[in-house]
Structures are given as structure tokens and as C-alpha cells.
């Protein structure tokens, strides 16, 4: 019987990382980046990318993770074997948590709004410029934001604060299956509507000549950012892996699900938007909370009931990919406090959180009463993102490779992606050469793309 601090079972641990991976980053990013760079085509890459880089880096993450069997800053402490320099690796994850949770929160109050907006009704009736409005003074609001990013936050310190097996564990297998079933749903509604065809072809039918050397580095980009590879969350829920856990099968089957939820994603999104005259696949980050709810109420105003059920569903499904998710930042800062300081579980997951409140209330605030405060030039919100998205997760997933693949021992290497020998890895030697050369290359390109080094290219 495992312990609790190990997941329950191999399922709930699966679940568990699936729901990490899987965030606003596959419902909310990838139709914007797939929309933006071409459909079918960037699609093409960003799988291969998945399965030949952002997977590998994951499977590192898992394997450090697992060996520390603590936070992920004593993990990298354990695994590094006094190596000077490197034991303090782990406390980048634990700076880049606080970062990331304190403006994904903000997005992640915005969606249990409209969901709250599709309960009682709030989309019915408006038209596209009354949704405009609406998020514009919704998002600027001092006050009104920052109830629902409370909200969030309270429902992911709660889930944390319950610990591994009671808490996030449970959590995964409700709200997994639940975001599935929605998906499920939505993508059916989709596929029925009139010109679903034309989104059918944007997603499959590959148009090569719009490929560039800057939709790849976008195509790996966003298959880095789907997976939130380099942050640590996924390090952080390895520590509670059984010994008996197949990392590369399990990491194999955390990316499936998370690039099927991404493409499922786009069959939601795109045949409801070229079903309705005048609207573009590449709408951009607005999609979500001003395009869609038009798409909705064009496509099914003559049938309340419809318009409805589209609108709650889809944004349910985008609170439980945020929650899942937020639970895993959380974690990764709280475990760090409650291993490090010896602060119990519950109260490392409030102290954290109220840090991150702190946090959010200035990124909430930049979109409105303190838009005109600016540092390097960009708003709190900004700020934190370009930290988190273009340094933190590059570097932070480029060291892991590195640390892995040049730094830790092979054999201790080989012994926990063999279980100790008692099971076959036949993709073992696929793996380190990736993790040694691959992995680190094409993170560098990420990064340099990301600072605008390739503009040129576009």
C-alpha cells in the first residue's frame, strides 16, 4: 500500500501529470498559435516536436523528480551529487512557480467568470461589440477581477492543502474525466455545424507553403509551453511516483492526452468559427473571451437552449484546464516550504498563496488603474509572463537536459529509467541522445526566437 505521500495508483498519478500538462496553454494557446501560423501544417510540426523534444524533457523532469523523492529543489540537491553550482538549480522552478501561478491566476479569474457569465445567462441576446465591452470593462475593473481570481485561488489552495493522495490525486480523477466529457460534448456540437468542413480542412489538410523558420520555432514553442516542461510542475509530481512507475511509457501517455486535448481544442473552436460569416481562424488571444461567446450566440440564437449549453460547457471545460493546471504551481511552491522549513501542508499552501495574491492583484491591475505603471517598459502582467515564458521555462528546461544528460552519473541514469533493471527501455538510448544534443539546441532556438533574435525571419 503506498504511502501518502505517493499517488494512490499508477492511473491517479497519470491523471495527476496529465492534469499539470494540460492547461489553459491547450484550450486557449494552441487554437491562437494554430490559427495565427497557418492550421494543418503548424499542426504537423508541433506533434513531431511533441513526441521528439517537449516529451523527452519531460521524461527528465519525471526522472528527477522520482529519484529525489522530495521538492524539486532537494531533488536536484540529491541527484547532483555535491556537484558544486548544481544543487542549487532546483530553486529556479521554485522562483518561477510564484511568477507564472501569480498572472496564470488572472486568466484563470477571467474563465470562472464567463463560466459564471454562461450559468445565469449573462451571454444571452448581446452582440459583438456589447462582448467587446464587456470583457474591456470586466478586465480593467479594480475590484470585480480580483473576487474571481480569489475564488480560483481558494478552490486550488483547498485541493493542495488536502495533500497528495485526498487532495490532488482526488481532484485529477474528477476533473480529468469531467474535462474530457466536455470536450467530448463540444467537439460533437462542432462537427454538426454548417461549414464544419472548412475548419476540418484548416486543422488536416496542410498548406506547406506557409511554413517558415518562424513557424517552427513557433510549433516547438508551443509544444515546450503545452507540456509546461521546465517549470518543475511535472519534477514536483514525479516525487510522489511509485518505484514501479515506466517513466517513458507514462510520459508517452501524459503527452498523448495532452496533445489530443490541444487538437480536440481546435475541432471545438475552428468549425464554429468559419460557420459564422466574417470571422478569421487567426483572431488571437481574444478569442476565447470575445469571439467565441459572438460564435455561440450568431450560430445558436435562434435556439436558446443550445446557445446555453455550447457556452457553459466550453467554459467549464476552460476552468477545470486551468484549475488542474494552477494545482500544480501551487504544489511545486508549497511542498518546497513544507520540505525546506518544516511549515505544515496546509499552511504553506495558504502562505504561498497569499504571496501569489499579492502578485495577482498587481498583474489584475495593470489592465486597468495601473496600465501607465510600467517596468523594462511592460505592465506587472506583461513583466511576469515575459520572465516566466522567455527565460524561465527556456533555461529552466535547457539546464534539466543538460544536468541530466552531461552532469548526473549514466549509470544512476539508466537505473531509474530501467526501474533498476527490472523492465526493458528500449528507447533509452533515444532518449540521452536527445536530452545530450537535441533537446539543449533546439531549446536555445526557442530562446532566442523568443527575444526576438530570428524577427528577420518573419
Known amino acids: 500500500m503506498a504511502g501518502k505521500n505517493f499517488f494512490a495508483s499508477k492511473a491517479g498519478a497519470i491523471l495527476a501529470a496529465a492534469g499539470s500538462a494540460v492547461g489553459l496553454g491547450n484550450v486557449w494557446r494552441f487554437p491562437t498559435e494554430a490559427g495565427t501560423n497557418g492550421g494543418a501544417a503548424f499542426i504537423l510540426i508541433y506533434v513531431l516536436f511533441m513526441l521528439f523534444l517537449a516529451t523527452p524533457i519531460m521524461v527528465t523532469e519525471f526522472t528527477i523528480g522520482r529519484y529525489g523523492g522530495s521538492d524539486v529543489s532537494d531533488s536536484f540537491h540529491k541527484m547532483c551529487g555535491g556537484k558544486r553550482g548544481w544543487k542549487w538549480m532546483g530553486l529556479v522552478p521554485v522562483v518561477g512557480g510564484f511568477l507564472v501561478l501569480s498572472y496564470y491566476v488572472v486568466v484563470a479569474g477571467w474563465t470562472l467568470y464567463y463560466a459564471y457569465e454562461a450559468v445565469t445567462g449573462g451571454f444571452m441576446h448581446k452582440s459583438a461589440d456589447d462582448f467587446s465591452a464587456d470583457f474591456a470593462a470586466f478586465s480593467s475593473d479594480p475590484v470585480q477581477p480580483l473576487i474571481w481570481v480569489a475564488l480560483i485561488m481558494a478552490m486550488t489552495c483547498g485541493i493542495v492543502a488536502l495533500g497528495v493522495q485526498n487532495g490532488i490525486e482526488k481532484a485529477s480523477k474528477i476533473m480529468m474525466p469531467m474535462l474530457f466529457v466536455a470536450i467530448i460534448v463540444l467537439v460533437v456540437n462542432s462537427l454538426s455545424l454548417p461549414n464544419a468542413a472548412l475548419g476540418l480542412k484548416f486543422l488536416f489538410q496542410p498548406d506547406f507553403s506557409k511554413v517558415t523558420s518562424s513557424v517552427v520555432l513557433s510549433a516547438m514553442g508551443q509544444a515546450l509551453f503545452s507540456l509546461s516542461v521546465g517549470l518543475g510542475c511535472l519534477c514536483t509530481y514525479a516525487c510522489y511516483f511509485r518505484k514501479d ?99 505544515s501542508r496546509p499552511w504553506a499552501a495558504v502562505m504561498v498563496s497569499a504571496v501569489c495574491m499579492v502578485m495577482a492583484t498587481f498583474c489584475s491591475l495593470a489592465f486597468g488603474a495601473w496600465k501607465d505603471v510600467l517596468i523594462f517598459g511592460m505592465n506587472f502582467f506583461d513583466l511576469f509572463d515575459f520572465l516566466v515564458a522567455k527565460f524561465i521555462m527556456p533555461i529552466g528546461g535547457m539546464l534539466m537536459c543538460i544536468f541530466l544528460g552531461w552532469v548526473v552519473d549514466e549509470k544512476v541514469l539508466r537505473a531509474e529509467m530501467t526501474n533498476n533493471g527490472t523492465i526493458k527501455s528500449p528507447l533509452y538510448p533515444v532518449y540521452r541522445f536527445i536530452i545530450r544534443y537535441l533537446a539543449p539546441l533546439c531549446i536555445m532556438l526557442v530562446f532566442a526566437n523568443e527575444l526576438g533574435m530570428f524577427s528577420f525571419l518573419k
Open 245 to 343: 512507475v515506466n517513466l517513458m511509457n507514462d510520459g508517452l501517455r501524459v503527452a498523448g492526452i495532452d496533445t489530443t486535448v490541444a487538437l480536440m481544442s481546435g475541432l471545438i473552436i475552428f468549425p464554429a468559427v468559419y460557420s459564422v460569416p466574417g470571422l478569421q481562424p487567426d483572431a488571437g488571444p481574444s478569442l476565447v473571451f470575445i469571439t467565441l461567446p459572438n460564435v455561440f450566440q450568431q450560430l445558436f440564437g435562434d435556439v436558446p437552449f443550445l446557445a446555453y449549453i455550447f457556452s457553459l460547457a466550453f467554459y467549464l471545460l476552460l476552468v477545470m484546464a486551468a484549475l488542474t493546471s494552477s494545482i500544480s504551481m501551487l504544489e511545486m511552491a508549497a511542498v518546497y516550504f513544507h520540505k525546506k522549513f518544516g511549515i
